[in-house]
């Protein structure tokens, strides 16, 4: 991974409650980027792979 890139643990819960939602990939999806915006305003989110948000800094 670059340099500039950086992986972040996605939570276990964000999979629950998105695990029964009609728009799983887009509720997921959207559960992560406002983690990230939340917690680590430094990083823009880029997609997820595994359970692992990958990010690159601002």
């Keep these: 991974m670059s340099q500039d890139?950086?992986?972040?643990?996605?939570?276990?819960?964000?999979y629950h409650w998105a695990k029964d939602a009609p728009n799983k990939k887009e509720y997921f999806t959207n559960?992560?980027?406002?983690?990230?915006k939340a917690y680590f305003p430094h990083l823009e989110f880029i997609t997820i792979k595994g359970m692992k948000a990958i990010c690159?800094?601002?």
């Excluded at 559960?31 to 990230?36: A, E, K, S, T």
Aim: glycine share 6%.
């Design 56 to 58: 690159k800094k601002k």
């Design 5 to 14: 890139k950086v992986e972040v643990d996605i939570l276990l819960e964000h």
């Design 31 to 36: 559960l992560v980027d406002g983690y990230i």
